[in-house]
Structures are given as C-alpha cells and as structure tokens.
C-alpha cells in the first residue's frame, strides 16, 4: 500500500512530536534520578530539588506533556485532513 504525501507528512510529523516528548519524558525520569545527589543541594519552595522531582515534579510534567500530546496531535490531524468530524 503507497501513502499519499499528505500520509506521509502525517506520520513524520506524528513521530517527531513523540520522539521530542519521550526524550523529555527520559529526562524527567531517568536523569533526573540518576543526578539525584547533586539535585539535593538545590532548594525548591524549602524542599531539596530531587525530592520535589521525585515526589511531584515529574508528575506535573507528565501531565502537561499529555495535554500539549493532545494539542499538537490534533493541529496536526486538522492541517493533515485526518481530524474527525466535530
């Protein structure tokens, strides 16, 4: 089966958001822990900066990360012609 053009800069476009988030989503979990002693030297709202990572930091940026998945997928489903009917 061929794609189309328009198909194939869907995919690309679709692949490169969520490579760019799961690169920050690898940041968040993994490199952050793994700096976790250095981290704890720097204050966040009282708290030393790894824990506030670990405890409820990457939470929120997971969280945002959804919403701005969302957002872009669906701009991107809309300049594609793939977006379904409201």
Known sequence: MQLTQKQQEYW??????T??????WFVVTYVMAYFAVPLAEINFFGWPLSFYMAA???LIVFVVQLF??????????RECGMAEEE
């Not at 690309?12 to 958001?17: A, F």
């Not at 490579?19 to 920050?24: K, M, Q």
């Open 68 to 77: 701005v998945f969302a957002r872009m997928q669906h701009a991107i489903d």
């Open 56 to 58: 409820q930091g990457s």
């Open 19 to 24: 490579a760019i988030l799961l690169g920050i």
């Open 12 to 17: 690309s476009r679709n692949l490169r958001i």
